[in-house]
T-cell receptor, first 116, second 115 residues
Framework: DGGITQSPKYLFRKEGQNVTLSCEQN?????MYWYRQDPGQGLRLIYY???????QKGDIAEGYSVSREKKESFPLTVTSAQKNPTAFYLC???????????????FGEGSRLTVL | GESVGLHLPTLSVQEGDNSIINCAYS??????FIWYKQESGKGPQFIID?????DKRQGQRVTVLLNKTVKHLSLQIAATQPGDSAVYFC??????????????FGQGTILTVHP
């Protein structure tokens, strides 16, 4: 079945360590996104990519980095520069329809990162 | 910047009742809105969407109403069931400039359905 796969589902990290969250989609979607969700909060956009080898900062990009070397993959690295990395991270994808992207977002099941 | 917000953070209803979840948005340029349902520990799932050239759209047991005059949309769930218990988010599409394609999410409303 087509979908978005995030891994790992749970991840623990010591302070000062970089970690990379995986996101793979087999929906042939052009656009991919990373959101952060804190308890009782909405989703905040970290980075997004509308095409391979291109990505844009979202609202809270500081302390994060991404790459988009393949259409189906959009890994997120949480660096040691991120001051408060403990959160639930959600990856999503959509069909990019040009200037007006009205494509529905399809979400993965999320990765919960805890910094010890 | 522009934002989308919700009036009610929590909503408790009895099974069988109708539920109404509200959302206010501030970006008048937004022309597409989506409601998502998120169950605990899972990613959000699409419920229903509406374009700004529509006032109402109906799905299975759900209806979304859009009032562009006051920048307000609502999600109505008919005959609410315990399985409807979740957090509901509204989201708008930013279609301006180079930020097109990026959703802005509201805070969310926790819906609890009591048997």
């Amino acid at each position: 079945d087509g979908g978005i796969t995030q891994s790992p589902k749970y991840l623990f990290r010591k302070e000062g360590q970089n970690v990379t969250l995986s996101c793979e989609q087999n929906l042939n979607h052009d656009a991919m996104y990373w959101y952060r969700q804190d308890p009782g909060q909405g989703l905040r956009l970290i980075y997004y990519s509308q095409i391979v080898n291109d990505f844009q900062k979202g609202d809270i990009a500081e302390g994060y980095s991404v790459s988009r070397e393949k259409k189906e993959s959009f890994p997120l690295t949480v660096t040691s520069a991120q001051k408060n990395p403990t959160a639930f991270y959600l990856c999503a994808s959509s069909i990019f329809q040009g200037i007006t992207n009205t494509g529905e977002l399809f979400f993965g099941e999320g990765s919960r990162l805890t910094v010890l | 910047g522009e934002s989308v917000g919700l009036h009610l953070p929590t909503l408790s209803v009895q099974e069988g009742d109708n539920s109404i979840i509200n959302c206010a948005y501030s970006n008048s340029a937004s022309d597409y809105f989506i409601w998502y349902k998120q169950e605990s520990g899972k990613g959000p799932q699409f419920i229903i969407d509406i374009r700004s050239n529509m006032d109402k759209r109906q799905g299975q047991r759900v209806t979304v109403l859009l009032n562009k005059t006051v920048k307000h949309l609502s999600l109505q769930i008919a005959a609410t069931q315990p399985g409807d218990s979740a957090v509901y988010f509204c989201a708008e599409i930013d279609v301006s400039g180079t930020s097109y394609g990026k959703l802005t999410f509201g805070q969310g409303t926790i819906l609890t359905v009591h048997p």
